[in-house]
């Protein structure tokens, strides 16, 4: 890991991708497929040209040791305010190690699994990100951060649609409680690592935005948000024209919002808006 002293501040600097992740005093090739935002460095048993850790048990236990120790260095960067500090907790599950495919590699990769996902899981159920509502954890009771996923629902293709926007109307309802605006987007490309590596977390697309919402709602006024529902209804709206197509369509419904005038009430259609639940 290296930081920087920026003026007053102090700042993380997040290693390229291609960067080795693991050295032994020097970089070991072939390591750049770890996808943490540290570097990890021991004395490990490797082939002779360097492109490998032969992964003994003194390997194994030298690398679990120090994925251990990055909860407590993500604490120490909240802690001290770094910028960039948050995304020191990247983590996810890697396809390969040391350029081999781990699908062939069970037992490797079943360690790989449970050593990366202790350590998500741990991040996830500790308050180390930031909200409008004050430090929150990712998982466990709640309540907990929401991931905004910048998209028509969960099983899309991501980011069709911009993510400033989706974050405003779901930081706008009521129990949603998405990362600060400012670090939000990172945070959701750190949730979707730690999903893959089975930490349960609460994302939310469109459709799961309009699901809290309309939450036994009849009338207009009683859509779950703390902003003056029909104009967030309209940036909701404008968000769904967005992906508007074919597939998309079929998979809308029209909801019905009762509003008054005066003594006399009447049923507004918001039009072909709320997603049905996924299936």
């Not at 159920?125 to 951060?145: D, N, Y």
């Not at 400012?182 to 699901?211: K, P």
């Amino acid at each position: 890991m290296v930081t920087e002293q920026v003026g007053e501040r102090r700042q993380l600097v997040v290693p390229p991708d291609e960067f080795p992740r693991i050295f032994s005093r020097f970089p070991i090739h072939g390591s750049d497929f770890l996808p943490i935002n540290a570097v990890i460095d021991g004395r490990f048993d490797l082939r002779q040209e360097r492109d490998r850790v032969l992964m003994k048990d003194s390997d194994k236990q030298q690398i679990a040791e120090a994925l251990g120790l990055l909860p407590t260095l993500v604490h120490l960067a909240i802690d001290e305010d770094w910028d960039e500090g948050h995304k020191l907790a990247r983590m996810g599950m890697p396809d390969r190690a040391f350029g081999e495919k781990l699908d062939e590699q069970n037992e490797l990769r079943g360690w790989w699994l449970d050593k990366l996902s202790n350590v998500a899981n741990t991040l996830a159920q500790t308050p180390i990100i930031r909200t409008l509502a004050g430090p929150m954890k990712a998982s466990g009771v709640s309540p907990v951060v929401t991931f905004v996923v910048p998209q028509f629902g969960l099983r899309e293709s991501r980011d069709k649609l911009d993510f400033s926007s989706v974050w405003e109307v779901a930081s706008e309802v009521h129990g949603v409680h998405p990362p600060a605006r400012d670090i939000a987007s990172d945070w959701s490309s750190i949730a979707y690592g730690w999903v893959d590596l089975g930490v349960q977390l609460r994302l939310v697309a469109l459709t799961e935005i309009a699901d809290a919402v309309r939450h036994e709602a009849t009338r207009l006024e009683e859509l779950k948000v703390t902003t003056e529902p029909l104009m967030w209804l309209i940036r909701f709206l404008n968000l769904v024209g967005q992906v508007a197509s074919n597939t998309t369509a079929s998979r809308c419904s029209t909801i019905c919002c009762q509003t008054r005038t005066g003594s006399s009430s009447h049923q507004r259609c918001s039009g072909r808006t709320w997603a049905s639940r996924r299936s």
